[in-house]
């Protein structure tokens, strides 16, 4: 289980940025990117790790490193987390998706084996929500491999109280022997400015390329 502290916020340097962004109706501000996938799609070859785990993997990783990545509101009091975990998309044979739940782990293949069994959960359920309840300490990620967008937004009830980041990835591109794929990033700007995005960027490349 994760453990999470609370932020006290009488001595927080982002205080005002906090209740500024928050009082917004969208609070929600996102960007589209481009990354190169050449290392990190060979890599999950090599390994017999299927490519969307992969790169699901190390999309925890980077989150897991920035702290920012790391703050959720609950209650609209901030919290850290210690570990982050995923709720991702997945599509069953009927072209339908269900809500995940996939634990991160810094074992590559112990985490492979989440991800397989959670596929394999959904894949046998029906609906939208396949669990109970969800943990707060989670990205929303999902994967559009059909289409290579330069731009993306997300469906949101703005009176729902949400705080976790969405990232997005989209179709694999190959051209001369370069895989590049686009991602897109969308968090609350009263906990995540631009700066963390482009740190948040700069670590996944750099774990995509190892």
């Known amino acids: 289980m994760s453990i999470k502290t609370k932020i006290d916020l009488e001595i927080w340097n982002r205080k005002e940025h906090f209740e500024f962004f928050s009082k917004m109706e969208e609070p929600f501000w996102g960007i589209t990117t ?16 299927s490519f969307f785990t992969y790169y699901l993997y ?13 703050l959720r509101i609950l209650n609209n009091d901030v919290y850290l987390f210690d570990t982050i975990d995923a709720s991702a ?8 998706f269900g809500f995940s739940y996939m634990k991160f ?24 929500f396949t669990k109970l309840d969800f943990p707060e300490n989670l990205i929303h990620f999902s994967a559009l491999p059909w289409v290579d967008f330069s731009a993306l937004s997300h469906a949101r009830g703005f009176s729902y109280p949400d705080s976790c980041p969405k990232i997005s990835w989209g179709k694999l591109i190959d051209i ?6 686009a991602v897109s990033i ?5 906990l995540v400015d631009g700066y963390h995005v482009g740190v948040f960027v700069e670590k996944l490349q750099e774990l995509l390329n190892s």
């Open 34 to 49: 481009t990354l190169d996938v050449t290392q990190a799609y060979h890599k999950a070859k090599s390994l017999s790790i």
């Open 58 to 70: 190390q999309t925890l990783c980077a989150v897991n490193s920035v702290e920012n990545f790391k």
């Open 89 to 96: 998309t997945v599509m069953r044979n009927d072209t339908t």
């Open 105 to 128: 782990d810094k074992d590559l293949q112990l985490f492979q084996s989440i991800v397989l069994d959670e596929i394999n959960r959904i894949e046998q359920t029906t609906g939208l």
């Open 176 to 181: 001369d022997n370069k895989k590049t794929m």
């Open 186 to 190: 969308h968090v609350h700007h009263g």
